[in-house]
C-alpha cells in the first residue's frame, strides 16, 4: 500500500513537474518572441491625413505586427521629421522632394535617403474661386496670391506665370500662411498653393467652385515627388531585412487602401478620430488613384525625374548642384 502511494506521488510529482516545465517553456518562447519585434517609429510630416492612410491601416491589419514589427506613428517636432530621422530618434519618417534639396547639398553630410514616393505625381498646384477667373497661370495678374515668402516657391510661381505668357511682377505677392484654405478665398486672397488632396477636396465640401492649376501640367520639372518616405541610410546599412520588411507591409496598407478607399478611411477614421469623416472620404477616394498611378510597383521613384527637379534648381540658383540619382534609392522596395 506504502509503495502504491509513493508511486501515485512520484507520478504526481512528474505530471505538475512537466506542466510547470511547459509553462516556464511557452513563458520563454512569448518573451523570446517579443525580443524579436523590432520596435520602429515612424515621423509623420504634418498632422495624420490620407497621404498617410497606408501607414494606419498597416497598423489597424497587423500588417506590421505580421512582419514583426512594433511601429510606432508620432507626429514631427519644431524642426520637422528630417531632422528626427537623421539624429536617429526615428527609423522613417516624411517629407517632401522639395524640401530635402537643403539637406543634400548640406556641408553637414545628413545621413538622409528617400526610400519610396507615397505618391507618384506632384498633386499640388493654384487654386482659386471659378468667380475670379483665373482659369491658367497668366491670369494670375492683379490678383492677390498668399505667399509662404520661400524662394523656391516665388521662383516656381514665376515661372508657370511667365510660361503662359503672363507678367509675374502683376502678380499681388499677400505674405500669408494660410491654415484655412476655405476661409482664405471667401475674403482677401483669391489664389492659395494647395495639396490638391486634402485642401483642395476641403473646398469641395465646403461647397465652392474652383478652379485648379497644377504645376506639373505647365513645367514638367515640377513634377517631383511629394511626399516621399525618408530614412537614414547609417542605419538602413545595418538593418536592412528591417527597412524591407517595413516597407513591404506599408506596402499592403497602401495597396489596400487603393482597392477598398471608403473602409481604408474608416479605418484612418478610426485610428485617428478627431478628422473630419466628410473629408476624409472624398478625400480617400480622390487619393486611392494617384498612390501608384500609372507605375505597377509601389513607392517607384524615377531617376529622371528626380534628377530634373533638382537640375532646375541649380540651372536656376536656388540650390547647389545635386548629383545624378543622388538623395533616393529603390533597393528596399517590394517588387
Not at 506590421?64 to 514589427?69: H, R, S
Not at 518616405?229 to 547609417?234: Q, V
Not at 487602401?257 to 479605418?267: G, K, L, S, T
Not at 476624409?280 to 524615377?302: C, F, T
Request: with cysteine; glycine share 6%.
Amino acid at each position: 500500500m506504502k509503495e502504491t502511494k509513493r508511486c501515485k506521488k512520484l507520478v504526481m510529482l512528474m505530471v505538475v513537474t512537466a506542466m510547470i516545465l511547459s509553462l516556464a517553456g511557452c513563458g520563454k518562447k512569448d518573451k523570446k518572441s517579443d525580443k524579436e519585434m523590432k520596435n520602429i517609429t515612424l515621423v509623420l510630416d504634418w498632422t495624420p491625413n490620407t497621404n498617410h492612410t497606408g501607414f494606419y491601416v498597416a497598423l489597424n491589419k497587423g500588417y506590421y505586427k505580421d512582419a514583426g514589427l512594433n511601429v510606432t506613428i508620432v507626429q514631427p517636432p519644431e524642426d520637422g521629421a528630417t531632422m528626427m530621422v537623421a539624429s536617429g530618434d526615428a527609423e522613417f519618417g516624411i517629407d517632401f522632394q522639395d524640401y530635402l534639396a537643403p539637406v543634400y547639398t548640406s556641408e553637414d553630410n545628413i545621413p538622409v535617403v528617400a526610400v519610396a514616393a507615397l505618391i507618384q505625381h506632384n498633386t499640388s498646384g493654384i487654386i482659386s474661386l471659378k468667380e475670379d477667373g483665373i482659369d491658367s497661370p497668366k491670369g494670375l495678374e492683379g490678383k492677390n496670391y498668399a505667399t509662404w515668402s520661400l524662394p523656391v516657391e516665388q521662383a516656381m510661381l514665376e515661372n508657370i506665370v511667365e510660361a503662359d505668357g503672363g507678367d509675374y511682377s502683376k502678380v499681388n505677392l499677400i505674405p500669408e500662411y494660410v491654415t484655412d484654405e476655405v476661409a482664405a478665398l471667401k475674403q482677401d486672397i483669391d489664389a492659395i498653393w494647395v495639396y490638391y488632396a486634402w485642401a483642395g477636396i476641403a473646398t469641395e465640401c465646403a461647397g465652392l467652385d474652383t478652379n485648379m492649376i497644377y504645376f506639373k501640367d505647365i513645367t514638367p520639372e515640377f513634377d517631383y515627388y511629394s511626399p516621399v518616405i525618408i530614412s537614414n541610410s547609417d542605419w538602413l546599412k545595418k538593418n536592412d531585412e528591417t527597412a524591407k520588411a517595413f516597407l513591404e507591409a506599408t506596402k499592403k496598407g497602401y495597396e489596400f487602401a487603393i482597392d477598398n478607399p471608403d473602409e481604408a478611411a474608416d479605418i484612418l477614421c478610426k485610428e485617428v478620430p478627431e478628422l473630419d469623416p466628410e473629408l476624409v472620404k472624398k478625400s480617400q477616394n480622390w487619393l486611392s488613384k494617384e498612390y501608384k498611378a500609372e507605375v505597377e510597383r509601389w513607392g517607384y521613384i524615377d531617376k529622371e525625374r528626380w534628377d530634373a527637379f533638382y537640375k532646375w534648381l541649380s540651372d536656376n540658383d536656388l540650390s547647389d548642384e545635386i548629383p545624378s540619382g543622388y538623395g533616393f534609392t529603390n533597393d528596399y522596395l517590394p517588387e
